[in-house]
């Protein structure tokens, strides 16, 4: 099968999100200028960068969080495990603005160390991040595409140390959350390694 985008898939619902998958979920908190707290899951989200760490998500229109990261130049990316995952869900919602979903999904606001939005305190990791660009991107007809990318650059991390094994960030045991196509989800429950290998010539 064969198909361009641009003249539809013939199926029943398009699988875009089920081929690119899975993709990690940014849990993002953010604060309004006018003190107004949201948190929203993404998952357009991902990290591109070790040197230094940085992480974007993507807002399909511009709601809330990619706002609120633009007034006040932070946010905190949440780690989702499976046991957050309704809460996650529940956060969701679509709310009136300025409506904390925190409180409606269950969850505590802990304060961040280095930057004024809180972070949830459920969360098994979260990365503080102070935003360095807000991206839209254009399609081929060169026209926005009506997503706003909000990069950010982390400057704090924090770490359930109960979901260390051996110094390693055990993501198997977190369970750690991510977005499939549809309406499926999936949870890491095994893992395996494999070392880059090391050309030798001749």
């Known amino acids: 099968m064969f198909y361009e985008p641009a003249n539809g898939h013939g199926l029943p619902h398009d699988p875009f999100k089920a081929i690119v998958a899975p993709r990690p979920i940014g849990w993002i908190s953010s604060l309004g200028a006018d003190g107004a ?60 603005r300025g409506t904390s979903e925190f409180g409606y999904a269950g969850l505590t606001a802990a304060p961040s160390r280095l930057i004024s939005v809180p972070r949830v305190a459920e969360a098994h990791a979260a990365l503080e991040c102070k935003v360095t660009d807000i991206l839209e991107p254009k399609g081929l007809s060169g026209e926005a595409a009506g997503v706003h990318v909000v990069v950010g650059e982390v400057v704090g991390v924090h770490l359930d140390e109960t979901f260390l094994t051996d110094g390693l960030f055990d993501i198997a045991r977190a369970k750690t959350v991510s977005r499939l196509g549809y309406m499926d989800y999936a949870a890491v429950t095994e893992t395996f390694a494999m070392r880059r290998p090391r050309w030798r010539d001749g």
């Open 37 to 96: 707290l949201n948190l929203a899951p993404y998952s357009f989200f991902n990290a591109f960068s070790t040197h230094p760490h940085l992480v974007w998500f993507s807002s399909e229109g511009r709601k809330d969080s990619a706002t609120f990261a633009g007034e006040t130049g932070e946010f905190v990316a949440n780690l989702v495990t499976r046991d957050l995952a309704e809460k996650m869900n529940a956060s969701a919602i679509d709310a009136p």
